[in-house]
């Protein structure tokens, strides 16, 4: 008795973790906005089993460095600078999750559910990167030219955003500027938000950031700052010698988060082209992370010059024309050799921020050495296909079992549907995606799960017919075909495992549902089905025949 | 109560060199077939350029072939896919033609555009398209060719350890067969050698060993528990004792493979075709591969078996029969049946 309460404990347990992993969650994606055409963040309902390539549509790349024209020396290194480039321009894709990565040290990988044009994915792509050092608006020429901005929108008739609302939030938000304002930092003049956040068309989405030239817009409103900016009478009126520029990274500040906008030079003071090496490391006095770079001799003297003239003043480091984290201050003047301190920000960052300097100075030219394009109607079509040819060999399993097993082929069957669940639960749980090969291999799985089943029962009715009493039976039924089950579920999941280390993506799907298949149906085979025969026989002490 | 099988006593050994001769009468002429024409590898492996294309009327590859002709596309290779509407040209790496001066996607290009000539933008749509260089393709060959060595070398020092060299030596040549086999019989259907079917090969891999081992999982307890007999008629009873086992796993396995075979789609039909055969050449070769070889090894090496249970050898001290107990046919003669 004690052992059946633990049994359906741990079958209620597994049951709650597959419905848990199941249920539609809430999860964040960056997906593209049809109005303005950008990029944003959008909170979808759904089930957590992300589909394949091969069953949503799109594109997957495999680039390698190109080596064609000369060797390149650390390709390894190369692929990883030219894996951050690709990660900036992430956006530019235009599609939900995105995936890059770099396989094997050598090869970046580059999927793109659900995009049409692989022309255009190409170029985001290899597109050369390119680096700039740039001096932010220090004497805040963009600030000052705000109100004639404001009032150009309007006389085109563009409204200001509901305006209560607002004013509230910027108060806060000046409140919460205010006590950011680090005591030790020299800053030429400190900004004061009572020019912006006046009721006006562009001043009611920027809010002043912590550094001259730096500001910060909602990120639900970037679309609509980014399409006033590009208006022709707003671009006339932008200062002369002033770009602006949006950072890459959001910063939060309470519960809203902003996306920085930097007002820049126009004129960079360095470019990539100057820059010879980055490397990044821990100061052992200060304990601060550091990035050291050096220049080449001309950059060096270049480089001087105009760290000599900007001291105290913000540089941004610009990759792809957005800007790279915060902008440090310059401290002094700066000849060939230089470091950017990040305080006590982890070393990693440091690191990324070094690989963003390289990449930005040795752009890796890339390859494309294999490319494939599955249409979204092809990837509906699969999953139809897939679906009903499952629901067929189910349905031919289930006849199958019942009308050979009878009643234990119908306990064999609820188990099956348990071993369903258990499998999509495990896929969804641990992150795997769902291939084509994936599903053909799940409908072949619960094939295969039914021969646990088949060994017992047909163990048990050996049993049976050896005179033995129904309890008797079970027992050495399951005790004897225990051996065989493991042995050959062992030797199918080692080859599976094998599979997946050797194999790429969909074939690596397969692997996965084949394995995460061979344990769920060990536990609903074997597991289950006892417990189904203890609670039966438990009802039914007295049964004279048993239904197998 | 349907019961197939039950106290089945069938002498399937007795037929193992009808079995044996069988198995190669189908394969060697399925690898006699490679001085014809070589496998049809997927462009995964071969490198190059895959475009399947839906049309809106069924133009037949005639026309497909004549557009690709006019611009200059040669020895692509254009075949109607599934529906009467879709088609899938292939361009092989190092068959010459367009693929050997640009790169495999300036093909899907010159594709693309030469079908936009010959039928008309609007007349045609891209499905899908792959262009593999030739240097993923060798790797992939390469891995492929791996991944096959490995499970073996696994599968054997696991059956090592839970059964005994014997068995899983008998066991790995079995399954050797069934490789053996299943190349002869995608050799015959010239199916698509791609990475999917690699997986079937070695799904199959699994499968077949999981067969052989229930059957040799029946053959360690038999030989605990019947001493008297000999390994003739222990694989016999062995084979017959699971024989209802066989047939109902294979019944609902078929059942989905079949499925999947009619309902699952062209991309996945030569994945479902070599499994529906994996599972009939895995219960054949368990049955009239695996067992003979257990015998003839045991033959050639006698020793103990599973973990010490009894030894095959009459006389070979250890096990003897009892006094009194009715003379047993020597061995070698039982063999030789």
């Given at each position: 008795m004690?052992s059946?309460?633990w049994?359906l404990?741990?079958v ?6 597959a419905v848990a992993?199941?249920?539609p969650?809430n999860t964040t994606q960056?997906v593209?906005?049809?109005k303005?055409?950008r990029?944003?963040?959008?909170t979808v ?14 594109i997957h790349?495999?680039l390698?460095?190109?080596q064609?024209?000369g060797?390149v020396?650390d ?6 600078r030219?894996?951050?480039v690709v990660r900036?321009?992430i956006?530019q894709?235009?599609?939900?999750e995105?995936?890059?990565?770099v396989?094997?040290?050598n090869r970046?990988i580059?999927e ?5 044009d ?6 985001v792509?290899?597109?050369t990167?390119?680096?700039?050092f740039?001096?932010?608006?220090m004497q805040?020429?963009?600030r ?6 404001d009032r150009?929108?309007r006389?085109a008739g ?7 609302p607002?004013s ?10 205010a006590k ?9 003049q400190?900004p ?9 068309p ?5 809010y002043?950031?912590?550094?001259p030239?730096?500001?910060l817009v909602p990120?639900?409103?970037v679309?609509?700052?980014?399409s006033?900016l590009a208006?022709?009478e707003v671009?006339?009126l932008?200062p002369?010698?002033?770009e602006?520029r949006?950072g890459?990274?959001d910063?939060?500040r309470?519960?809203r988060?902003?996306?920085t ?18 490397t990044a490391?821990r100061?052992?006095l ?7 770079f050096v220049?080449?001799?001309r950059g060096g ?13 913000y540089?941004a480091i610009?990759l792809?024309?957005?800007v790279?984290?915060q902008?440090?201050i310059?401290k002094?003047?700066i000849?060939q050799?230089g ?6 920000k982890?070393l990693q ?6 690989l963003v300097l390289r990449?930005g100075?040795?752009?890796a030219?890339?390859t494309?050495v294999e ?5 979204p109607?092809?990837?509906r079509d699969?999953i139809a ?10 349905a031919l399993v289930v ?5 050979y097993?009878?009643l234990?082929?119908a306990l064999?069957?609820a188990?099956l549907?348990?071993?369903v669940?258990l499998t999509l639960?495990?896929?969804a ?10 599903l053909?291999?799940l409908?072949l799985?619960v094939?295969i799960a ?8 047909e163990?048990?009715r ?6 033995k ?5 079970v027992?050495e039924?399951?005790k004897?075909?225990?051996?065989a089950?493991?042995d050959s579920n062992?030797s199918t ?8 280390l050797?194999?790429?993506g969909?074939?690596q799907?397969?692997?996965i549902t084949?394995i995460i298949g061979?344990?769920?149906s060990?536990?609903?085979?074997v597991?289950?089905?006892?417990t189904?025969?203890?609670i039966?026989?438990q009802?039914?002490?007295d049964m004279a025949?048993l239904?197998v | 109560?349907?019961?197939?099988f039950a106290?089945?006593n ?10 044996i001769g069988l198995t190669l009468a189908f394969?060697?002429p399925?690898?006699a077939l ?7 590898y ?7 350029t895959l475009?399947?294309?839906t049309?809106v009327?069924?133009?037949g ?7 690709l002709?006019?611009a ?6 254009i075949q ?7 088609y899938?040209?292939r361009?092989r790496?190092?068959?010459g033609?367009?693929t ?9 290009q010159?594709?693309d555009?030469a079908?936009a000539?010959?039928?008309g933008?609007?007349?045609y749509?891209i499905l899908r398209?792959e ?5 993923v ?5 390469g891995?492929?060719?791996l991944?096959?060595?490995?499970s073996?070398?696994?599968?054997l020092?696991y059956?090592a350890?839970?059964f005994?060299?014997r068995?899983g030596l008998?066991?790995?040549l079995?399954t050797f ?5 299943t190349?002869?019989?995608i050799h015959?259907l010239?199916?698509?050698v ?5 997986g079937?090969?070695l ?9 052989t081992i229930?059957?040799?999982d ?5 030989l ?10 222990i694989?016999?009873?062995s084979?017959n ?9 294979h ?13 699952a789609g062209e991309?996945l039909?030569p994945f479902?075709l070599?499994?529906t055969?994996a599972?009939?050449?895995g ?10 070889i257990l015998m003839y ?6 020793g ?7 030894q095959f050898?009459?006389g070979a001290?250890?096990?003897s029969?009892?006094?009194g ?13």
């Open positions: 004690r059946l309460r049994r404990f741990w209620a347990l597994a049951t709650v973790f992993a199941l249920v969650r960056r593209l906005d049809q303005s055409g990029m944003k963040d959008t309902r759904r089930v957590p089993i992300s589909l394949g390539l091969d069953l949503q549509g799109g790349l495999a390698e460095v190109d064609s024209r060797p020396p390709a390894a290194e190369a692929i990883r030219a894996e951050r900036t321009r956006d894709f235009g599609t939900t995105p995936v890059v990565q396989v094997g040290g970046l580059v793109l559910p659900g995009e049409k692989p022309d255009r994915a190409k170029r792509i290899q597109q990167a390119f680096l700039e740039r001096i932010t608006d805040s020429k963009f000052d030219a705000i109100p004639a901005i150009a929108l006389a563009v409204q200001a955003p509901g305006n209560a607002v509230a939030v910027s108060q806060l938000f000046g409140a919460d500027t950011q304002k680090q005591p030790g930092a020299k800053r030429k400190q004061d938000t009572a020019g912006l956040n006046a009721p006006g562009l001043s009611s989405l920027l002043q950031g912590a550094l030239g730096e500001y990120v639900e409103q679309p609509v700052a980014e006033l208006r022709p671009q006339r932008v002369r010698g002033i602006l949006w890459t990274e910063i939060s309470g519960a988060s902003f996306q906008l930097y007002a820049v030079e126009d004129r960079p003071i360095i470019t990539g082209d100057e820059l010879e090496k980055a490391r100061d052992q200060t304990n601060q992370s550091v990035v050291d220049l080449s001799r003297r270049t480089f001087e010059r105009e760290t000599g003239r900007h001291v105290n003043d540089m610009i792809d024309g957005r790279q984290r902008p440090p310059i002094s003047q000849g050799r470091q950017i301190e990040l305080g006590a982890a960052e440091a690191q990324d921020l070094a990449a100075a040795l752009p030219p890339l494309i490319e494939r394009t599955i249409g109607s092809l990837g699969s296909d897939g679906i009903r040819a499952g629901i067929v060999g189910v006849l199958i079992m019942v009308i097993y009878r234990s082929g064999a069957v188990a549907t348990f071993y669940l639960g495990g896929l749980a641990f992150g795997f995606t769902l291939t084509l090969p994936g053909a291999g409908v799985s094939g039914v021969d646990a089943n088949v060994l017992i029962f163990r048990i050996e049993e049976l017919q050896h005179g009493l129904i309890r008797t039976a027992d039924g399951f004897h075909a225990m051996s089950i493991i062992v999941a080692l080859t599976a495992a094998i599979l997946y050797v194999g790429t969909p074939v799907g397969f692997a084949l061979i344990i769920a060990m536990f609903t085979a597991f289950l089905v006892r189904f025969y203890m039966w026989l009802r039914r002490p025949t239904s | 109560m349907i019961r197939l106290n089945a069938y002498d399937f050994i007795k037929w193992r060199r009808w079995a394969i060697v399925g690898y490679f001085f014809v024409r070589g496998l049809n997927s462009i995964e492996f071969t490198g190059g475009i399947q294309v049309t009327q069924p133009v590859t005639g026309k497909i072939r004549s557009a002709d006019a200059g596309v040669r020895d692509a290779e109607q896919f599934g529906a009467s509407n879709e899938v040209v361009a790496l190092g068959a033609g367009v050997a001066q640009g790169s495999t996607q300036a093909t899907a010159a594709v555009s079908l000539h010959g039928l933008a609007d007349q749509r398209t262009a593999v260089g030739p240097k393709g060798r790797e992939l060959q891995k492929a060719f991944a096959i060595f490995f073996f070398i696994v599968t020092i059956l350890i839970r005994e060299w068995f008998a066991a790995v079995a067969h069934d490789i053996l086999s190349i002869a019989f015959y010239n199916l698509e791609s990475l999917v079917v690699v079937a090969v799904t199959m891999v699994g499968y077949s060993l999981n067969d229930i059957i040799f029946r053959v360690r307890e038999n605990r528990k019947f001493r008297r007999q000999n390994l003739y008629e694989l016999n009873l084979i004792e699971t024989l209802p086992r066989s047939v109902l796993t019944g609902t396995t078929m059942a989905t493979t079949l499925a999947l075979v009619f309902l991309v039909r479902a070599v499994m055969f599972i009939f050449t219960t054949f070769s368990s049955v009239y591969i695996a067992a003979p090894i045991e033959k050639r090496w006698p103990q078996d599973a973990r010490g249970a009894r050898r009459p001290a250890s096990v029969p009892a006094p107990a009715p003379p047993r046919a020597p061995q070698p003669q039982a063999m030789r049946q």
